[in-house]
Nanobody, 120 residues
Framework: HVQLVESGGGSVQPGGSLRLSCAVSGVDFSRNYFSWARQLPDKRTEWLASVDREGDDTTYRDSVKGRFTISRDNGQNTMYLRMNDLKPEDTGKYYC??????????????RGQGTQVTVS
């Protein structure tokens, strides 16, 4: 079964940067699309970004466009989210998902434990 392990979160000041990683096992990594989502302090979940199988096609939530970059390394079975110019409203728990998302369906649930990002 698929395992997604997020890491790389932490506490940063506004304007800071972090790079999140998602280590994937249990699926054929190169044949899957991947996405990042986050759960905000008020428990709302937001889709952030998605990447295609080759890493050539990406899409982003408007509020993170130009600041976040999603990427993947098919040789390492790992997906990344580079986050620059972080803002307090980016605070939340970040999750990866092995599918292409453009929003969060009501039934969506994270598979991994997530990684906490705090900007203050």
């Amino acid at each position: 079964h698929v395992q997604l392990v997020e890491s790389g979160g932490g506490s940063v000041q506004p304007g800071g940067s972090l790079r999140l990683s998602c280590a994937v096992s249990g699926v054929d990594f190169s044949r899957n699309y991947f996405s990042w989502a986050r759960q905000l302090p008020d428990k709302r979940t937001e889709w952030l970004a998605s990447v295609d199988r080759e890493g050539d096609d990406t899409t982003y939530r408007d509020s993170v466009k130009g600041r976040f970059t999603i990427s993947r390394d098919n040789g390492q079975n790992t997906m990344y989210l580079r986050m620059n110019d972080l803002k307090p409203e980016d605070t939340g728990k970040y999750y990866c998902s092995h599918e292409w998302l453009s929003n969060i369906p009501p039934a969506w649930r994270p598979r991994g434990q997530g990684t906490q990002v705090t900007v203050s």
